[in-house]
């Protein structure tokens, strides 16, 4: 029995319209992935320069404030922790003639950090020995409650000590091999720049 011809028409429609159909869906995907490639590559290409842009500045930081930093290298030595009492304690190496840290908003810092052993567990030198890494920007930072306790009044330019009690520092959690559970910390905190 022969199809009657709007049938056939009918078919060849609807065979027309799926075909459109599924060529212009690959179409949308084709253009979705180049589109989404596009966007990959501006945002790589972006952060690529946020970062060159942020090793030019570190490089230039830390071409200003190594001296300055330097004779402190070698400050961190052993400590009876026994004798760290309940709350921070602080010493001024260098009084700061900057903008006054508190609470309110951030700041940057190069820092040496050691345990009662005499260790530096951690510290703005970089690895080379020769130069600074990128100063520790505090905005919307997390720092051990002691940290926050023992810059607070220090103005930018200000180099301090800070001894910190095992319960204002870490407490009983252990977050390196150099830091064990219940272990006071001690800082020089070199405050550069409030924000």
Not at 103 to 109: E, L
């Amino acid at each position: 029995m022969a199809t009657p011809k709007a049938q056939r028409i009918g078919i060849w429609i609807i065979t027309v319209v799926m075909v459109v159909g599924v060529i212009g869906s690959f179409a949308v995907m084709i253009l979705s992935t180049q589109n989404q490639a596009s966007d990959n590559s501006a945002q790589l290409a972006q952060q690529q320069a946020q970062a060159q842009q942020q090793a030019q500045q570190a490089s230039q930081l830390s071409t200003q404030y190594y001296p300055t930093l330097l004779p402190y290298k070698s400050t961190p030595a052993q400590f009876d922790p026994t004798t760290v009492g309940s709350s921070v304690t602080t010493q001024d190496l260098v009084v700061g003639t900057g903008a006054t840290i508190d609470s309110s908003a951030g700041y940057q810092a190069y820092y040496i950090g050691w345990n009662p052993d005499g260790k530096t567990f951690d510290s703005s030198f970089a690895s080379d020995g020769q130069s600074l890494s990128a100063p520790l920007d505090t905005a919307g930072m997390s720092l051990i409650k002691g940290w926050g306790q023992g810059v607070q009044g220090m103005k930018a330019g200000g180099i301090r000590e800070v001894t910190i009690p095992a319960a204002l520092a870490y407490g009983s959690s252990s977050p390196s091999p150099d830091i064990p559970a219940n272990t006071p910390l001690k800082f020089i905190i070199f405050i550069i720049k409030k924000d």
